[in-house]
């Protein structure tokens, strides 16, 4: 069986794609970073859509 190129597949969602449920990405990146607990001498950036993890160059 075929389908014509106007008819829509019945498993396609009819929801776009951008109302999906569930949190966003920037939402994901900020919760994981207020959860994390880094050694002293250490700091965490939201960098481009990654947590960057750097040394702030104090250790003693």
């Known amino acids: 069986m075929t389908a014509l190129a106007h008819e829509r597949p ?6 776009p ?6 949190p966003d990405l920037d939402e994901v990146l900020w919760q994981a970073w207020k ?3 880094l050694p002293e001498g ?3 950036e939201i960098i481009e859509g990654a947590i ?3 040394p702030t160059g104090r250790f003693t």
């Open 35 to 37: 959860a994390m607990e």
């Open 17 to 22: 794609a951008d109302s999906l449920n569930g």
């Open 10 to 15: 019945e498993t396609m969602s009819k929801a």
């Open 42 to 44: 250490y700091r965490a």
């Open 52 to 54: 960057e993890v750097s």
